[in-house]
Structures are given as structure tokens and as C-alpha cells.
């Protein structure tokens, strides 16, 4: 049986198990920055979240055991997708449809100005996001730490 529960941020720490799939999962597909995602720390990006003005996390249970969390949040006139991850044995059982819909509608209670959701390359899930009226708008590329500078050895 599918329940979902919304939770303080204080307890964010439900869904660190599922968030740390997320994170190897974002590592096996990144192309250029696998080793950012073997670094993110789920402490520093739980201190990130916990210093916005507003943030609602909504976990997924089957039986009492988390199977999917979106963290959302609104800060500075700003809605956000920060996480969704939903555990690969319960895809196809709209979970994730259910926390993108508690979730759009929370962010919208506060009338922001945008909702934005960032996807990491590789992630195959821009279909999804479109269902909710979320289009690409730009990609921002980033160096990965490969240039060096031979005249000066660095």
C-alpha cells in the first residue's frame, strides 16, 4: 500500500538512503562529472536546503518503507524542484507523478515569480518534467577541471 507524508525539513534526513541512490545513480550516468557526484556531500546539500526560506519534502511509502521523496522550495520568489528520486522497483506506479503534483502545488501557494528544476546531464527524464510545463531552456556547460596551463605548470 502507497502512502505519502509530508515532512518538516528537520526531519530531512529520511531521505538521505534514497538520496544517496540518487547520487550513485547520477554518477553511473554522468558523462563529464562523475567524480562531482561522488563528492557532493549529502551533509553540505542538506545545509543548502535547510537555509531556504521555505522548503516542503513529501516522501513515498510503500508498506512503511520509503520508496520516493521530492524536496521542494521557495526561495526568494523563486519555486524549485531541489530532489526527486523514486527507488527503480517502484517507476511506472505514478509516485513520481503524485509528488510533482503535491509539490507544484505547495511552491504555488507562495505565487513565485518562477519554478525552476535543474537536471543533471545524462539524466533521461526531461519527458516527465515536460508533463508539468517544464521545457529546456538553456544548457550551462562547465569545465571539468582538465585545462592545464603548460608554460607555467600549473
Known amino acids: 500500500m502507497l502512502t505519502y507524508k509530508k515532512l518538516c525539513v528537520n526531519r530531512i534526513d529520511t531521505i538521505k538512503p534514497l538520496w544517496d541512490k540518487l547520487s550513485a545513480y547520477h554518477q553511473g550516468v554522468s558523462e563529464y562529472f562523475r567524480t562531482d557526484f561522488e563528492t557532493d556531500n549529502y551533509l553540505t546539500r542538506k545545509e543548502v536546503i535547510k537555509k531556504k526560506e521555505h522548503v516542503q519534502i513529501v516522501i513515498a511509502y510503500y508498506h512503511n518503507k520509503p520508496v520516493g521523496y521530492l524536496i521542494a522550495s521557495v526561495n526568494k ?5 531541489d530532489s526527486l528520486y523514486v527507488d527503480t522497483h ?10 510533482m503534483t503535491v509539490s507544484l502545488e505547495w511552491i504555488k501557494t507562495f505565487s513565485p515569480e518562477t519554478i525552476k ?6 539524466n533521461q ?14 544548457i550551462i556547460l562547465k569545465e571539468n577541471g582538465g585545462y592545464r596551463d603548460e608554460c607555467s605548470n600549473r
Not at 520568489?77 to 524542484?81: A, F, K, L, S, V
Not at 517502484?90 to 509528488?99: A, F, T
Open 77 to 81: 520568489g523563486e519555486g524549485e524542484i
Open 90 to 99: 517502484y517507476r511506472g506506479s505514478e509516485i513520481g507523478d503524485v509528488l
Open 117 to 122: 528544476v535543474s537536471v543533471a546531464y545524462g
Open 125 to 138: 527524464v526531461l519527458s516527465f518534467y515536460e508533463k508539468y510545463g517544464f521545457f529546456p531552456r538553456s
